[in-house]
């Protein structure tokens, strides 16, 4: 399965990737797993090189912005091994990370890896929040616009035609001017407290980032589902005098879960990207916030770290989502299509 | 070329035109936006950098169609001026991310060799990098602005409309007509871009247009947090941004309306996108 991205049009399948009629399960999992090592490693020297595009000296690159004293100068080149080649900065870099050892940030005066540990709580909440919104909100506007025929669908349809177009940044003002301004039933600003307290400032931001998904979710539930209720075996189950909700849950909705867990997965890696702005816009300390403001601050080091963590996160996801499928669809690991 | 490619397109069997009524909708809502953009110069009737604290924050009224921000802007010639910056930037990705992507998309899909292969791998990498993301790691190395992020989105699309120009480029390899030309003895390269390429172009074309409104979108999400376009510049996302403080104390037109043209914008280009494709695909199919 291709990696796709979250708001982008689903990129079209490989051509050339055609899957050996009798791929054995393990094969398949150690192909997946290789081209998971091979795509983290380039894009792991994407994420590294991607500073040498700059000319110049690569100590000043790193403290722009800040008046660099000459001891600031050699502490950095010497925090970053810059008299040494490029390769070996490179290699010292990656085994570093792979490490735990992830740099140290120019504007915490600390290490990484202790800056992202205290960040990535509210992010993990926040995305899987968000992910809960998701599911449920997008299963069952899409269930019920493809078990309602008629008014309900269009209804449904039409809503989430516009919503999926909204921008998190979008959702993310029109919700606060609703909910935080004028009726004033949720904070506008703030992670809050662990707890319940956490639960509510956490509410509009994960609505805000998870409004384009959840319209994209009803609607691949929508037609899922909607291929599946013409299916033959459908109609059996039916007239077999099955009750409707057995033959929804049971035989529509499992069958349509294919399509489902696919987009799940990129999108959830997605949300990982979007929180960078919908943290941002609501003051959550998480580490999408970090990432906008190390940006901000030229403190590159820690804009590394997160990047690399949020590309791991995206191809981590499609290949646990292509390792899951043929589970719940046995035909795909026998190498036959599902339809 | 182009023109004899796109040309059947116009009418299709059942509706007798290219789009239904909410595509043409959607056509206007786009050309008055764009129009109004172009023409912000000659029809604005403000400055939209002019600040006039005695009307600060003013509803909309007869001297102020759509009322003024916390500085005392119009709002309306801000907006007409903001679309140029907000547009010119997804025009100039989509522009030349369609381009390589239709030229590296051929050549993956028209060779077999080791160049298709490493093609298909830089673009599967590609694909692991969100744009979004790829835009911001841009931004830390070139600095705030258009360009990083306008540099590193032309680099996020060109898979997506690669893959797509691969995949149909395949297909198209085993049709008659491409067998004619080369039992023939045409050159390949006037084949393939002379006669393949522009009936790719309808299917591409509608790729673009989505891809036109997600840009459009990130770009506008990037200057909203403070990364892309700089205030005071008028730019769609940055106004939002700038209208935070008035939205939360109690003033919601300045913030909001940006937040709709954009709204209107992305939900009307990807109704014609859709419409396209869907048009295009059937026609195909």
Redesign the interface.
């Known amino acids: 399965m291709?990696?796709?991205?979250?708001?982008?049009?689903p990129?079209?399948p490989?051509?050339?990737t055609k899957k050996s009629p009798t791929a054995a399960p393990l094969a398949l999992v150690l192909r997946k797993v290789g081209t998971l090592l091979i795509?983290l490693f380039?894009?792991s020297l994407?994420?590294f090189f991607?500073?040498f595009?700059?000319p110049g000296d690569p100590a000043r690159f790193l403290l722009r912005g800040r008046s660099p004293k000459p001891e600031a100068l050699a502490e950095i080149t010497k925090q970053f091994g810059l008299d040494k080649p490029p390769i070996e900065q490179y290699f010292t870099w990656i085994g570093g990370i792979l490490h735990g050892d992830w740099g140290r940030s120019l504007t915490y005066r600390q290490s990484v890896s202790d800056v992202l540990l205290n960040r990535l709580p509210v992010t993990l909440e926040l995305v899987a929040l968000a992910a809960v919104f998701i599911t449920g909100l997008g299963l069952i506007a899409g269930m019920l616009a493809s078990l309602n025929k008629g008014g309900w669908d269009r209804f449904i349809l039409i809503t989430v035609?516009?919503a999926?177009?909204?921008?998190?940044?979008?959702a993310a003002?029109?919700l606060?001017?609703l909910f935080?301004?004028?009726l004033g039933w949720f904070p506008?600003f703030g992670s809050g407290d662990e707890g319940p307290s956490r639960l509510w400032h956490l509410t509009l931001p994960a609505l805000a980032l998870g409004v384009t998904f959840i319209a994209f979710m009803a609607r691949v539930t929508r037609s899922s589902m909607n291929e599946q209720l013409t299916r033959e075996h459908v109609e059996v189950a039916t007239s077999r005098g099955l009750t409707r909700s057995s033959v929804v849950f049971r035989h529509v909705l499992r069958n349509a879960l294919g399509p489902i867990l696919t987009v799940s997965g990129v999108l959830i890696a997605?949300l990982l990207?979007?929180s960078?702005?919908v943290e941002?816009?609501f003051g959550l300390t998480g580490i999408g916030q970090l990432?906008?403001q190390?940006?901000?601050r030229?403190d590159?080091a820690v804009?590394q770290a997160i990047?690399m963590i949020?590309?791991t996160a995206?191809?981590l996801a499609n290949t646990v989502v292509d390792l899951i499928q043929p589970l719940i669809d046995p035909r795909i690991a026998a190498g036959t299509e599902s339809r | 070329m182009t023109l004899t490619g796109t040309l059947p397109l116009l009418r299709t069997r059942r509706y007798g035109s290219l789009l239904s009524v909410t595509g043409w909708v959607a056509v206007t809502v786009t050309l008055v936006v764009v129009l109004l953009s172009l023409l912000a110069p000659v029809l604005a009737p403000y400055d939209p950098d002019f600040v006039d604290l005695s009307s600060v924050l003013g509803g909309p009224s007869s001297a102020h169609l759509l009322g003024t921000d916390a500085l005392g802007r119009d709002m309306l010639s801000r907006l007409m001026f903001g679309g140029r910056t907000s547009l010119v930037g997804p025009l100039i990705v989509v522009a030349a991310s369609t381009v390589l992507g239709l030229l590296l998309g051929l050549a993956a899909?028209w060779t077999d060799g080791w160049i298709?292969?490493i093609l298909?791998r830089v673009?599967?990498?590609l694909?692991?990098?969100?744009?979004?993301?790829l835009a911001?790691?841009?931004?830390?190395?070139?600095g705030k602005g258009l360009m990083a992020p306008i540099l590193a989105m032309t680099i996020?699309?060109i898979?997506?409309v690669a893959?797509?120009t691969?995949?149909l480029v395949?297909a198209e390899r085993s049709r008659p007509y491409v067998q004619a030309y080369r039992v023939l003895g045409f050159r390949t390269p006037w084949v393939v871009l002379g006669r393949v390429m522009p009936n790719l172009v309808p299917t591409v074309g509608a790729?673009s247009t989505?891809?036109f409104?997600?840009v459009l979108?990130?770009l506008?999400?990037l200057s909203?947090?403070?990364?892309g376009i700089q205030p005071p510049t008028s730019d769609w996302?940055a106004m939002?941004e700038e209208a935070?403080g008035a939205?939360?104390g109690?003033h919601?037109l300045p913030?909001?309306l940006p937040?709709l043209v954009?709204?209107l914008i992305?939900?009307s280009i990807?109704v014609i996108g859709e419409e396209l494709s869907d048009r295009i695909g059937g026609k195909l199919s």
């Open positions: 291709a990696v796709t991205q979250l708001a982008a049009p990129a079209p490989t051509p050339a795509t380039f894009a994407i994420v991607s500073r595009v700059l035609t516009a999926g177009a909204i921008p998190p940044f979008v003002i029109a606060t001017a935080a301004v004028q506008s997605g990207v979007s960078a702005i941002q816009t990432l906008v190390s940006i901000d030229l590159f804009v990047v949020i590309v995206f191809v | 899909g298709s292969r298909t673009f599967d990498l694909f692991a990098f969100p744009a979004l993301l911001m790691l841009a931004i830390a190395i070139f996020s699309y898979p997506y893959r797509l691969q995949q395949v790729q989505l891809n409104g997600y979108a990130d506008a999400a909203f947090i403070g990364l996302g939002i935070r939205l939360l109690g919601v913030a909001l937040a954009v709204v992305v939900v990807n």
